[in-house]
């Protein structure tokens, strides 16, 4: 049972404009901004900038095309733990964490795993280097389920904002 539960931050519609642009093209200058919003600069970047204070807006990034970089091969990953301790399962987050490979990690329920990993390589053999010189030798992984993507059906880091009130 979750129990640190963080209460939601109000914002209004204009808010939730800013940040559905941002996240479509966050290379927009504050005056593009402004100009898409109807507000003029200043209020729109006391706006923005109080978005990232609240902690809403964490941070801008750009996505780049892995094909065109050479990283072919996206790779889903579950992986099953041998105990399911607190110093267990921080030993391993502690370890994914420092692989760029690893794009997202997530503790999940309802698989017979314990995690799931979202993996861009170059190719298979990186992959197979990937598994059996990193993750099969953490410590506690009894178990790994690897799916390889085909397609992108859908590739979004946009979050719904229609659900916000």
Do not use: W
């Amino acid at each position: 049972m979750l129990t640190n539960k963080e209460p939601l931050i109000q914002i209004d519609r204009t808010d939730r404009r800013i940040l559905a642009l941002i996240q479509e093209d966050a290379s927009l200058t504050n005056q593009q901004l402004a100009e898409k919003v109807g507000l003029s600069p200043s209020p729109c970047l006391r706006r923005v900038r109080a978005l990232e204070e609240s902690g809403i807006l964490v941070r801008t990034v750009a996505v780049l095309d892995h094909k065109k970089l050479g990283l072919s091969l996206t790779v889903i990953i579950l992986i099953g733990m041998d105990r399911h301790t607190p110093e267990r399962f921080a030993a391993f987050e502690e370890q994914v964490a420092d692989y760029p490979e690893v794009l997202e990690c997530y503790l999940v329920t309802g698989h017979d795993a314990d995690y799931m990993l979202k993996v861009v390589v170059p190719d298979m053999d990186q992959y197979h280097h990937f598994l059996l010189n990193r993750i099969t030798r953490i410590q506690g992984v009894s178990g790994v389920h690897s799916s390889f993507v085909l397609k992108r059906v859908i590739d979004s880091t946009a979050l719904p904002l229609g659900y916000l009130s």
